[in-house]
């Protein structure tokens, strides 16, 4: 038998261009982000879809005063737009957080390639695309997958412009800024990290301070300014148009609810949630970690980095830093130390705001040279990394998935029967329940809640469900919302037995959802 020719195979593989395998990376990207669809979430998916059907249906729309996720018009706006190609389903409200994910990975290899190598930029890409957290909530709703996107774009151009000097980078720069503060204020806190980038490259071109910056290098800084003044005017003018004041989005911001000062007083928030070890968050959820093992290779990158000293490691390790302790501490200093206004900054998702660094960091750990000991441990960490990370994701999926099942599933079996009034347990479903009937009109009239407040729980007569007649009930339709609640009807535990179950929905589970089974009821 002919030996393989192995040498002569690895060689025409090295031959192959790095953008060649980042097409099959997002290939595989988009692939499993596909089949680990989650779609419609529990998180402030609400709202946004609220906002988007307004606009769907051509109303002129004023961002309501009362919360700021209607400031967040890159959020939502762009869902209107697949809406009106491919029109209302799952999948159309997905795409565009999908292909922000999609964008984030292309993003990170040329990052990677720019800071390091082609190398580094590829096995970046991979491991983005792997991250557990980023597949299951790259298809749903909220502003945490775009601004990785529109941020991590912010600071490649910068990353550009600062070493090609180019005058399309930084105004391409500052839109890209403009573009992250559409979908999230927190967009701000890039200036920092503005600043990181700029020192590092002023410490590797070995040149005095004056030398350095020369009247070009700064008028790219103004150009900076100049991309995102563009954006934030445009926006500025679109919602005076529609509300009649100037800087509404802002004062809609400065208005927005503030949280107890005690729901940010844990220290070791995020660092217990990094390393799969807080058990409040958790133990709801049926210890499904969304970050697999990766923070713990991010903890052994940076001091192996630190320690080698290498420039652009040490920019990666700052930009994760400053956000993690803004996130961590700078929160709780702000709202117990200066002011009253308290954001809250308690949840997972969050993290996706510095993923970027933290993958990049790992990256050129494991190819920082070509000792034989580093490709081995290359090989076996992308390897426990992603049997992991796969792990993780199918059960978080799983979670994420069914949670909301529990509504797609009520809706689309009452479509199927004749028109009657439905009984729901909470007002936080309806826009949901809208979404899945498609905002047809004639099932959103037909909506009506039995939440204790809504119906005179003291009262036996609402309390046994004897005021509902020829309706449908739906009881412990999302399991979610009554998580903390104390206080519902007797008649969601003990249904009267005259009431005729049409439908047990029953899904695979975990947590909170597996203790509560929806059920469909017809009272005459």
């Known amino acids: ?145 775009p601004f990785q996107f529109f941020s991590a774009t912010t600071i490649l151009l910068l990353i550009k412009s600062e070493k090609y000097q180019r005058y399309i980078y930084p105004f391409l720069s500052g839109l890209f800024l403009g573009l992250a503060y559409l979908v999230k204020s927190t967009a701000v806190l890039l200036l920092p990290i503005f600043l990181f980038l700029i020192l590092i490259f002023f410490l590797s071109s070995g040149s005095k301070f004056r030398k350095h910056f020369t009247k070009r290098r700064i008028f790219t800084y103004f150009l900076i300014f100049l991309g995102f003044s563009l954006v934030f005017s445009v926006y500025v003018l679109h919602l005076y148009t529609l509300s009649g004041q100037w800087f509404y989005g802002e004062k809609v911001r400065s208005y927005s609810f503030t949280h107890d000062k005690n729901s940010n007083s844990d220290f070791m928030w995020y660092p217990n949630v990094m390393f799969n070890h807080q058990e409040s968050y958790f133990k709801w959820i049926h210890d499904v970690p969304m970050f697999g093992f990766f923070y713990y290779f991010v903890v052994l990158a940076s001091a192996y980095l630190l320690y080698e000293r290498d420039l652009n490691s040490i920019f990666l390790f700052l930009w994760f830093i400053f956000l993690f302790s803004f996130f961590e501490y700078g929160l709780q200093f702000y709202c117990t130390k200066i002011m009253s206004y308290c954001l809250y900054s308690r949840h997972p998702r969050f993290l996706t705001i510095f993923t970027i660094p933290s993958v990049l960091l790992i990256s050129r750990f494991l190819t920082y040279n070509n000792e034989r000991w580093r490709k081995y441990l290359l090989v076996t960490s992308i390897l426990f990394l992603v049997f992991t990370s796969l792990y993780y994701t199918y059960q978080s999926h799983t979670f994420l998935r069914n949670g909301m099942g529990t509504l797609r599933e009520s809706a689309y079996f009452l479509e199927k029967m004749p028109l009657k009034t439905i009984y729901i347990p909470d007002g936080w479903d309806i826009s949901k329940l809208k979404f899945y009937f498609r905002y047809n009109e004639t099932y959103i009239q037909n909506l009506k809640i039995y939440e204790c407040g809504f119906i005179n729980c003291s009262d036996p007569y609402y309390n046994n469900g004897s005021f509902i007649h020829d309706s449908y009930v739906i009881t412990w339709l999302d399991p979610y919302t009554w998580i903390n609640r104390h206080q519902y009807p007797d008649f969601m535990k003990n249904p009267p037995e005259n009431w005729k179950l049409l439908k047990e929905i029953n899904l695979k589970n975990y947590g909170i959802f597996a203790k509560y089974k929806t059920r469909v009821y017809y009272v005459k």
């Open 1 to 145: 038998m002919k030996k393989i020719p192995t040498k002569n195979f690895v060689k025409k593989l090295k031959k192959v261009k790095p953008e060649f395998w980042l097409v099959l990376i997002l290939i595989f990207a988009l692939s499993i982000r596909l089949y680990f669809f989650v779609g419609i979430g529990f998180n402030d998916d609400s709202y946004y879809l609220e906002f988007a059907s307004h606009m769907y249906k051509d109303e002129k729309f004023v961002p309501p005063s009362s919360v700021s996720w209607g400031t967040r018009i890159g959020v939502y706006y762009p869902v209107v737009l697949f809406w009106k190609l491919f029109g209302i389903n799952e999948l159309s409200t997905s795409m565009y957080f999908i292909l922000s994910s999609l964008g984030s990975i292309v993003v990170i290899y040329f990052m990677g390639k720019e800071l390091f190598d082609p190398s580094a930029g590829l096995i970046a890409a991979f491991l983005l695309s792997i991250f557990p957290m980023n597949i299951v909530y790259a298809s749903q709703v909220g502003p945490d997958i």
